[in-house]
């Protein structure tokens, strides 16, 4: 029988227990005996849903508290030593010191112990933590966490599968942190202890273990390419079968590398690199495992077991039991399932897969390769699901094709140059040097949550709500005023979700109940799903906006998120080009943003954190994607006058290499993430001399600790010497819905504190 598996499972449970557990645990209501607890109820529960689809293994080592590459830091005993460790410490607090940092004490000197740095895994919206090297960086094996887990499946049991991140993509994923040093001389001093772990997993009984190398899917320079091969001959004497596993992009010059590698086997990924398969079949020796992920493991629309079987069967007559199935990646990426989800339409609910539901699939699969009758019906049901969402009318909408259709090509083209538009809104705006805003949302109190969980319940009026969101607009006002900060926001209480809540507001889209995916730590969203045309029925955010900006006589911004960002952190449709949807949105927005104009509203924000996200792994398809992405926020932002500033804000980036496209989306004012790097980021833009103005943040939100003014002046004067003085803004690194009141109070005015500082220098 054909073996069926699969790179990784959701972690934080049907429920989302474990951000829960999480969260109480940081807050000091649960302490780390509890929190284990709760990891001790929901691994054997996905264990068990694993082997309940017919896996014929359970993946152990995927399941992390925080972040799998975290995990790994602490495995492989790398801990950076600006953290101070004693050893003593419970691994369990080491592990959050370096995910959430630590404040600097009061009366102490130092800056406490920022959290690493956080971006973007692949092209993906999940964040990892980014280890740090330096030529005394030392390995060794330090943790008995995945040790223990293995144990744990083995006692009640299962067949193990046990997954690592392999070694050179953990170098890669890192950052050196010495001036001319190259992190990949690290390697040899690394694959000592990977060696000793896969010694031990052998001798725990581990039928298989799962390296994972995606980085074999990249533009690799020739040094990473030739270390594979002597790296992996090194491994292969642990005796412990490896199946090296790549997923999010094709292998192109490093296919036959791959293949060629002393490993027992190679995962690679069927849905991004489907023109290679044959190429693999080929070129992989016969004795070998060939795990293909047929199923997609990044999007949520049901498998097409018709032409997966069509696909796949030419392998199987080939390779036979060397052939496994899988998901394409990690089912990290996808919900946990569409069961319960009983109040998204029964149509809709048809066409969609969610992590359980596609395990599920490859069972069908693997029965169907088999002759089974049992797949019959499964089938069928497969069958009539693809045949309805492919006829059905409600995916096309003909006047949003036609839209598109007659734009003028200067659609995209504001109406002066950045200069001739800088100086109409100095003019309008009257701003002081180095103004202060943030970046567009205030904390999420329970209160606020309890209002929109009461109003969507139907226990909340839509009078009462409106009167609620209003008074917290009102504060947020009110608390900036007081603070002295120069251009002011709404702060977002209505909004669930930066994406959600335009989605929700939009045609095209539909929503779950219950669809979370972890983005990083505790912190889940809930991605829309874009199933057809995209338009604005009516006005989304001028209420809101305008009503802010009748509290006060500052400026007020309006926010709004763009179209690349809600591409990407929506789940969307496989049947028609991305780019195009990507003009939908955009269009959708520029109605927003032409209302909120004609509102009164001066200053506009349109986010796109996720701009750098969507870039293509491989170069040579860079600048396809960054024509049609720069020209979708363009066609959002153009069409207002001259003396209406255009914001945008993008975050964990590395923006060195796309700099150029960046100056391109020709926004008025960015504002990106820059304080966990120490300004370095803002290097890129000193050496670029980008021309507009530009908003470093000057303090994380994602960790607990307040800095202090000094702090924060400190970077601020950093940022002066890169930026021209008349160009820079000041403001927090991103949005502060996570963040407590206290604490965004105590930050922003001591940014506000820092920016008049240097305004007298």
Not at 178 to 185: E, P
Not at 424 to 449: N, V
Not at 481 to 500: F, S, T
Request: hydrophobic share 45%; aromatic share 8%.
């Amino acid at each position: 029988m054909t073996i069926i598996h699969t790179l990784g499972f959701p972690r934080m449970g049907a429920q989302r227990e474990l951000k829960f557990a999480l969260e109480g645990h940081w807050r000091g209501e649960i302490d780390a005996a509890e929190l284990e607890a709760v990891g001790r109820q929901l691994r054997p529960r996905h264990w068990q849903a694993q082997r309940d689809a017919g896996l014929d293994f359970v993946s152990v080592g995927d399941f992390a508290y925080y972040d799998h590459v975290a995990n790994h830091i602490q495995l492989l005993g790398c801990e950076p030593a600006r953290f101070g460790f004693s050893g003593d410490e419970p691994a369990l607090a080491r592990y959050f010191t370096l995910a959430r940092g630590v404040a600097r004490e009061a009366g102490a000197s130092g800056d406490g112990h920022p959290a690493l740095e956080m971006t973007k895994w692949f092209d993906t919206n999940y964040h990892y933590l980014v280890p740090e090297f330096t030529p005394e960086t030392a390995f060794s094996l330090a943790d008995e966490r995945l040790f223990a887990e293995v144990a744990e499946a083995q006692a009640l049991g299962h067949p193990v599968k046990a997954v690592l991140l392999g070694p050179l993509s953990f170098l890669w994923l890192g950052k050196e942190k010495a001036a001319g040093f190259d992190r990949l001389g690290l390697l040899d001093k690394l694959l000592p202890v990977y060696g000793q772990i896969l010694a031990r997993l052998k001798a725990q009984g581990v039928q298989w273990v799962q390296i994972d190398e995606p980085v074999l899917g990249l533009d690799l320079a020739a040094a990473w390419q030739q270390a594979f091969e002597p790296a992996y001959a090194r491994l292969a004497t642990n005796g412990v079968p490896l199946l090296l596993a790549t997923y999010f992009s094709p292998l192109q010059e490093n296919l036959v590398l791959a293949c060629r590698l002393p490993v027992a086997g190679l995962h690679v990924d069927g849905i991004r690199a489907a023109g290679e398969i044959t190429s693999v079949a080929d070129w992989l020796p016969a004795h070998k495992v060939l795990s293909l992920g047929i199923v997609d493991g990044r999007n949520v629309w049901r498998t097409d077991l018709d032409a997966a079987l069509t696909r796949i069967r030419p392998l199987f007559d080939k390779r036979g039991q060397s052939l496994w199935l899988a998901p394409s990646c990690s089912l990290l990426h996808v919900p946990f399932s569409v069961a319960g989800e009983m109040k998204l339409d029964g149509e809709l609910r048809g066409w969609l897969a969610f992590a359980v539901e596609k395990l599920d699939e490859l069972q069908v699969l693997k029965q169907a390769l088999a002759g089974d009758a049992a797949a019959d019906g499964e089938l069928a049901k497969s069958r009539q699901a693809i045949r309805a969402r492919h006829a059905s009318r409600r995916v096309n909408n003909p006047a949003v094709a036609e839209r598109l259709a007659a734009l003028p090509a200067a659609a995209d083209r504001r109406h002066a140059a950045f200069p001739v538009r800088q100086a109409a809104q100095r003019k309008r705006l009257q701003l002081p040097l180095l103004p202060t805003t943030t970046i567009g949302s205030f904390p999420q109190t329970a209160e606020i949550r309890a209002a929109r969980a009461a109003f969507k319940r139907g226990e909340l009026s839509a009078a009462d709500y409106e009167t609620a969101m209003k008074k917290e607009i009102a504060h947020a006002v009110a608390v900036q005023e007081e603070l002295g900060l120069d251009v002011l926001v709404h702060g977002e209480a209505e909004r669930n979700d930066m994406v959600e809540y335009f989605g929700e507001q939009l045609a095209g889209f539909c929503f779950t109940g219950n669809g979370w995916v972890q983005s990083y730590g505790s912190r889940c969203v809930k991605p829309p799903i874009i199933y057809g045309d995209v338009s604005r029925p009516q006005p989304m955010t001028v209420d809101w906006s305008a009503y802010a900006q009748s509290l006060t006589p500052k400026p007020m911004k309006g926010m709004l998120t763009g179209p690349i960002t809600i591409l990407q952190w929506s789940f969307v449709r496989d049947d028609q080009p991305r780019s195009t949807t990507a003009a939908q949105i955009a269009l959708a927005i520029r109605d927003e943003v032409c209302d909120l104009e004609r509102a009164g509203i001066g200053i506009i924000q349109i986010d796109e954190p996720a701009i750098r996200e969507g870039l293509p792994l491989r170069r040579a398809a860079w600048r396809e994607y960054l024509a049609w992405a720069t020209r979708a926020f363009r066609l959002s932002a153009s069409g207002v006058a001259d003396e209406t500033q255009i914001h945008t804000h993008m975050c964990y980036s590395e923006f060195n290499d796309i700099l150029p496209e960046i100056a391109a989306m020709d926004a008025d004012v960015i504002t990106i993430e820059t304080s966990r790097s120490d300004m370095e980021l803002l290097d890129a833009f000193g050496k670029f001399k980008y021309p507009n103005e530009i908003g470093p943040g000057v303090y994380d939100i994602h960790s607990p600790r307040v800095p202090n003014a000094d702090d924060m002046a400190r970077l601020l004067q950093k940022a002066r010497e890169t930026i021209p003085a008349g160009n820079l803004w000041v403001n927090p690194d991103c949005g502060l819905k996570t963040r407590g009141w206290p604490e965004t109070v105590a930050a922003l005015r001591h940014m506000v504190a820092a920016a008049k500082a240097l305004r007298a220098v």
